[in-house]
């Protein structure tokens, strides 16, 4: 069983630039979430995905936006990256929606300078 | 007001102690209770979860959930230095919900 994979594990960008990251989902699972933890701070909810759609947004801007794909894997894309977006960017996924068993990624380490 | 508030601590306690970690949540709809541990530069993991008010014990961790008071703890007994980590509370409203975040430091 394949557990959720996260690339890449490290990115610098600057100010105003745009990112990608990506997600592999755990095999079986067609739910995935994306969250925003920056240092010493518990995960934000940034949004999550089910059968390619969105479903539930957390507090954050239009500039964050996603994607599923057919085989659950999934993109956060940030646009216009500002300092404040510097941090660790976790993907989990689950079997259901709104679950509260999620099984993390290692994270995308973001560092906007 | 945050949805979910833990103490950021750091909470000391020695080797063999309780430690007990505590959880606050605004949302009384909150249907379901979550501890993750979280490891210094690693993912979160879950560790224990709660439906109903009262008790559930899990070898050395026991979660505890008083919804009239919307209020969700955690003890672990006999605390190892392996258990030194940051543990997060998190509540399920449509979607799962962190707090901050205690970070829990056990001494030998």
């Known amino acids: 069983e394949t557990g959720v994979t996260q690339s890449p594990t490290h990115l610098i960008k600057t100010r105003g630039q745009q990112v990608t990251l990506r997600c592999s989902s755990q095999?079986?699972?067609?739910?995935v979430s994306w969250y925003q933890q920056a240092l010493g701070q518990g995960p934000q909810f940034i949004f999550q995905?089910?059968?390619?759609?969105?479903?539930g947004r957390g507090n954050f801007p239009p500039r964050f936006s996603g994607l599923q794909f057919p085989n659950y894997s999934s993109e956060l894309n940030v646009n216009a990256l500002e300092l404040d977006d510097s941090a660790l960017y976790l993907c989990a996924s689950s079997l259901a929606i709104g679950a509260g068993e999620l099984f993390f990624g290692e994270g995308s380490r973001l560092t906007v300078l | 007001q945050k949805e979910v508030e833990q103490n950021s601590g750091p909470l000391s306690v020695p080797e063999g102690a309780i430690a007990s970690l505590n959880c606050t949540y605004s949302d009384r709809g909150s249907q379901s209770f979550f501890w993750y541990r979280q490891y210094s530069g690693k993912s979160p993991e879950l560790i224990m979860f709660?439906?109903?008010?009262g008790d559930k014990e899990d070898g050395r961790f026991t979660a505890q959930l008083n919804k009239a008071s919307q209020y969700v703890s955690l003890l672990i007994r006999d605390s190892q230095p392996s258990d030194s980590a940051t543990y997060l509370c998190a509540v399920t409203t449509g979607k799962l919900i962190f707090g901050q975040g205690t970070t829990l430091q056990v001494k030998p």
């Open positions: 709660i439906y109903s008010n």
């Open positions: 995905y089910y059968r390619e759609e969105e479903n």
């Open positions: 095999s079986g699972h067609n739910t």
